[in-house]
C-alpha cells in the first residue's frame, strides 16, 4: 500500500436479528487523510439514495418569500461595494452579478449570483450557465488583490440547495478573501509543508502520480486539472477532489484553466443528478505565496439520508470532527469516471 492511502481495518460483531441471533459481523476501515492526516470511517453499506423528492413545491415557497436576488429585487435591496474596492459597486459579468455579502464570512466576502433565473435544476448547470459567475467570483478575488495585498487566502464557495445549508434557493456563488486561513485551508498548509520538509518534494505531484497509478479512485484529468475521488471522504457519500496542477492562487488560474475546471464540476454535477442527489456543497481553496501549496477543490454530494428527513451530519462530524462515509469512494469510481468523460 503506498504511503499516501493509510489505513486500520477493524470490524463490530454482534449478535444479529436478521440471521436468528448469530454472530455477525460488520467491517470497516479508519483512513488517514493524505494530506491533512485527518481520520474518518469508511463502511461499505447496502445504502440505497432514496427518491429524490420533487422540489416544484420548495420553489414554489422560495419564491413567496423575498428574494432578493430576483431582477426585481437586486438593484435596490443588495448592497455595494466601495468605489475604491469595485468600480460601480458591483461586478457583472453575462449574467451573473457579484455582490457584497451581508453575512461577511471574512473581511472581504462576495456573493455572485449565478443567473436571474430563481431556480436552476442539476441538468441545468451546464458551464455555459456557471462561467460568468465563477468569472466574476475570480475578477472579485484578483480586485481584492490589488486593494489589497496582504490579503493571502481566498476560496469559491457554494451551497445548492438547502440540503446543503444553502438560506436561498436562488443559485449564488459565496467568495470569500481575507487575513487568515480557515481550519481546512491551514490543516493543507501544514500537510503540504511537512510533506516537503520531511521528503523533500512537493505533495502534489506525487500524490496525483500515486492515485493515476493506483487507478483505484482516479477520475480523469481536464487540462491542467486533476480530479480523482477522495481517499478519505468528507460527507455521507464519497466526494470528489479536484487539484489546479500549476498554481497556489486563483488569482494565477487563466480564463481556460477555468473552463477546465468548470466543465469537470458540471460532470461531476450530472452524476449527482444521475444518481438522485438533490444537493452539494463546492470549495476552492486557493493561498497566495505558499510555494507547497496547490489550489484544489472538493465537491460534496448532501442528501437527507431517509424520508424522515434526517440531516447527513450528525454528532460524529459535527462534534467529533469526524467523517464517516457509507459507500467506499473506490466503489463510485467507475460510474463518476464514466460521467466525467461523457459529452455533455
Not at 5 to 25: C, G, M, N, Q, V
Not at 141 to 168: C, H, K, T
Not at 197 to 218: I, L, N, P, T, V
Request: glycine share 4%; charged share 25%.
Amino acid at each position: 500500500m503506498h504511503q499516501f492511502f493509510k489505513k486500520i481495518r477493524s470490524k463490530t460483531s454482534f449478535l444479529s436479528p436478521f440471521k436468528d441471533f448469530a454472530l455477525d459481523e460488520i467491517p470497516f476501515e479508519i483512513r488517514y487523510d493524505p494530506l491533512t492526516s485527518e481520520t474518518g470511517r469508511i463502511y461499505d453499506l447496502p445504502y440505497q439514495v432514496p427518491d429524490r423528492a420533487d422540489p416544484r413545491e420548495l420553489v414554489q415557497r422560495s419564491q413567496e418569500l423575498f428574494c432578493p436576488f430576483c431582477p426585481d429585487s437586486l438593484s435596490q435591496s443588495t448592497p455595494l461595494f466601495p468605489e475604491d474596492l469595485v468600480k460601480g459597486g458591483r461586478i457583472r459579468v453575462g449574467r451573473a452579478t457579484l455582490i457584497p455579502n451581508l453575512i461577511p464570512f471574512d473581511t472581504y466576502a462576495g456573493v455572485a449570483i449565478m443567473a436571474p433565473e430563481h431556480y436552476l435544476a442539476m441538468a441545468e448547470l451546464t458551464p455555459e450557465t456557471m462561467r460568468d459567475a465563477f468569472s466574476a467570483a475570480l475578477l472579485f478575488i484578483r480586485e481584492v488583490a490589488r486593494f489589497d495585498p496582504e490579503v493571502r487566502y481566498s476560496s469559491i464557495n457554494w451551497n445548492y440547495m438547502p440540503q446543503s445549508g444553502s438560506s436561498l434557493v436562488h443559485p449564488h456563488l459565496q467568495v470569500n478573501c481575507g487575513y487568515l486561513p480557515t481550519n481546512h485551508q491551514r490543516l493543507q498548509i501544514e500537510g503540504c509543508t511537512r510533506y516537503y520538509r520531511d521528503h523533500g518534494k512537493d505533495f502534489w505531484q506525487e500524490y496525483m502520480d500515486a492515485e493515476q497509478e493506483s487507478g483505484e479512485r482516479f477520475i480523469g484529468q481536464r487540462g491542467a486539472t486533476f480530479w480523482t475521488m477522495s481517499y478519505l471522504p468528507q460527507v455521507f457519500l464519497p466526494d470528489v477532489w479536484c487539484i489546479f496542477k500549476e498554481h497556489n492562487c486563483l488569482t494565477q488560474i487563466s480564463e481556460e484553466e477555468l473552463r477546465d475546471f468548470i466543465h469537470g464540476l458540471s460532470r461531476i454535477i450530472a452524476y449527482f443528478d444521475h444518481e438522485r442527489i438533490p444537493s452539494f456543497n463546492a470549495a476552492i481553496f486557493s493561498i497566495k505565496d505558499e510555494e507547497h501549496f496547490r489550489v484544489n477543490a472538493r465537491i460534496c454530494p448532501r442528501l437527507l439520508p431517509r424520508p424522515i428527513g434526517n440531516s447527513d451530519r450528525t454528532y460524529l462530524q459535527v462534534l467529533h470532527k469526524e467523517s464517516s462515509t457509507v459507500w467506499p469512494p473506490e466503489s463510485c469510481t467507475q460510474r463518476v469516471r464514466e460521467f466525467f468523460n461523457a459529452q455533455p
